[in-house]
């Protein structure tokens, strides 16, 4: 069957079983790795992707409710990784193995979206689903303040070691 | 790697080699013994006495360097180039790295395992750099016709006089020089360090945070069909018959066939690490979520073996029984332990209890298996990829030199990817697909098929002078094994403390069979073993009358003459008193509902003392709101950055154990499959943790483990002093907690 909706800004169309989960066909049919896959069955929140703009658990939805929809993948967050998110992440160096921070940051940028200045306990609320198996949780919870106020006043100052190298070309 | 060895220039001394660089530059190889590491190869299988490292310099002045050591997010990725860009003498921002291959011609040690890789490599990596920069200084002497001691060098740059070099422009010319003897270069002053002890982010983060493929379950090679494998519930179980033709007739498989590799000969694992070889049916197809959907219409008898008789409700009652029987075997005898107990002013007795555990790496287990040009190409998550070579070559009878890893990054290890079953299953069924596969397991085969964290049982008995001091300590260990064996990671050390401290000690053990395979898990048997000795310690402590933690530093200060510790008593004070300081302990506050808890250990060479602070409400309802960490290992954090998320996620980690983890059998199978039932902590269950250093002049050593064992006693110590009531077996779900 074939499915249309619109993937990170672009038009795409996918010839898929309607039941099979976003997440499946985000991966491998259409070669976009960064969501991930932790149980499947909506508990861990790896998988997390935007559809219009609300975090959604891609490995429950299937592909026929993304029909007509506006799909955003941690691929699509931004052109080259410069959402006050992913900055706030790399300067507060919040990974650990790094397997669940693509979901991470997706929920936390929805959260973000709709309230640009949340509390500790907001954080806890929006971000209970997203498990993280390394508990980075005190840095998750430090790099979303953070990145509300990166949001605020756009990129002047920044507090933390930032180390510009390192990472493979 | 574009090298073409122009000049077979290999060092005399065998230690280094260099090769000129096609377009220019250098590359330069190491290998030589270990040293700093005292102890480093006997603790640890895989430690070897030889390593390797990797520079490739460019004319650009880019240093690449190979980070040799699997990524498991312990940030070995970060840390060992940035050892290397140190005594370099290169800025951070003018460094590459990139992950090496498994290559045992190239690199020794490439393991990922029990907080090993800063005590081995500490020393090592930096003498690497170092020659490297001995080389580049005696490139721009011979220039500039002086002597290398004249010269010095500061951010990529050699400097003589009014001149100057960059690394980049000297690349070429050092490929020349040969390589001096790594072992007598000289390294920097501590006080001159540049990159060391810098908070640098971890190397990868820019390809995390945008999603790129990094990850074991990313890979994807042209013509590569997906797999997923059953296996029977029952651990061990093989199969006996399938209805593999229904099951080739669902939609997008393509293949399903039985794997056995049982009656292979000589695949018994050629190290501590053992793994089983493979039973079960693959599915093989084009997508891997049909191919996974089509175990729905699997329908197996199994030979359900031996096992099928095994449960926890079993373990429990034997467990009891053995307690009250003559223990099996003594560990270990100091004094007159029986006659001390009997003589004591008081005693207490306590029976201890916890359970299995999974690992539950958030990334499930997965390998993809390529067989081509007559030989094997894998990638895959692997933290032994040595030894799951070994025993891949001789389960698959192919030489090991056929075979090629790709060491991918991984999404968590805590110990699970020390064993490669996953590697072996997606090996054997590439080979009898005859495609290029990928097998991916649910979370639901990642928490049934694990190496656990095995359970046990401890019967302690303990006794006090008139003056509340510890005079005799028993503990009756009933674990699992055969024989004289125990089952993996299912021992006790002979000195574990409060050993050498009390006058009378004695450690006993009894086992019962078990067809369940364990394995390490983060802090391996000091996961377990702290929560025991650490709670009753403070049984102890408050049956005499004593500050639960006065009662530890007093205990630490009255190691009997002759005995030997099995850790250095003064350094664990004094991060007894750190946390003690930093914690308010005695002295804050604390309104009704909130008490601290107490507990240290010491593993993997790390000294780690914590307070937990909880709150419980009348109704039961337990709430951790800090921990408090003082730890000591040695002189110098190489990643600061690194390090202290390390500590916060170790002791996170050991609050998620204690809260509300057990893995439990029935019928020989494991009950729990999910993240429902088998659950990991959340941010809203997560305290802040706050981490302080004792900065002792020791040998650096590593930091994945050791700040999760006295997490679980701290937190139990703190709900005793808030209810009264001890927890004698995890998790503390299991109680009520209720109190008035
Ligand atoms: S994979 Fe979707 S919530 Fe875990
Ligand atoms: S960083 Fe490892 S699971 Fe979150």
Known sequence: MAIAFTLNGKSTTVEAPPEMPLLWVLRDELDLKGTKFGCGRSFCGACTVHVNGEPERSCRMPVSRAEGKEITTIEGLSEDGAHPVQVAWQEIDVPQCGYCQAGQIMSASALLASNPQPTDGDIDEAMSGNICRCATYGRIRAAIHHAAKLAQAPPTSHETATGAGGSEA | MNAVDKTGNLSRRGFLHVTALAGGGMLLGARFSLDGAPGAAAATAGAETTLNAFIRLTPDGVATIMAQNPEIGQGVKTMLPMLIAEELDIPWSQVRVEQADFDSTKYRGQMAGGSMATPMHYQSMRRVGAAARAMLVAAAARQWKTKPENCTTEAGVVHFKKKSLSYGELASAAAEIEPPNPRTVPLKDPADFQIIGQEIPGVDNPKIVTGEPLFGIDVAVPGMKYAVFEKCRVHGGKVKTANLDAVKASPGVTDAFVVDATAQAGSAAPSMFQVAPPNGIAIVGDSWWLVNEARSKLEVTWDEGPTASQSTAAFDRQAEELSKQAPEQDLRNDGDAAGALASAAKTLEAAYQYPFLAHAPLEPQNTTAHFHDGGLEMWAPIQTPQFARGDLAKTLGIPEDQITIHLTRMGGGFGRRLYWDYMLEAALIARQAGVPVKLVWTREDDTRFDFFRPGGYHYLKGGLDDSGNLVAWRDHFVSFGEGPRFAPSAEMAANEFPQAFVPNFALQASKMPLGIPTGALRAPTSNAISFVVQSFIDELAAEAGK??????????????????????????????????????????????????????????????????????????????????????????????????????????????????????????????????????????????????????????????????????????????????????????????????
């Open chain 2, 547 to 740: 500050d639960p933690l006065q009662f530890r530093l007093d205990l630490l200060d009255a190691a009997p003459d002759g005995m030997r510790p099995a850790f250095d008593a003064k350094r664990m004070k004094a991060v007894l008193e750190l946390v003690r300081d930093k914690s308010g302990w005695g002295t804050a506050d604390l309104p009704e509902g909130t008490g601290q808890g107490v507990a240290f250990h010491f593993s993997h060479r790390g000294y780690f003392a914590e307070v937990v602070q909880a709150t419980v409400s009348k109704e039961g309802e337990l709430g951790v709101d800090q921990i408090w960490v003082a730890g000591d290992v040695g002189r110098q954090l190489v990643n600061p950055s690194n390090a202290v998320n390390q500590v916060q996620g170790a002791a996170l980690d050991g609050l998620a154990q204690a809260l509300d983890q057990e893995i439990t059998f029935e019928g020989g199978r494991t009950k729990e499959s999910n993240f429902h039932n088998f659950k990991l902590l959340r941010i809203d269950q997560a305290p802040p943790v706050e981490v302080h250093w004792v900065m002792s002049d020791n040998q650096p050593t590593g930091l994945g483990e050791p700040a999760l064992p006295p997490v679980p006693p701290a937190l139990c110590n703190a709900i005793f002093a808030v209810t009264g009531k001890r927890i004698r077996s995890l998790p503390i779900s299991r109680h009520d907690l209720s109190w008035a």
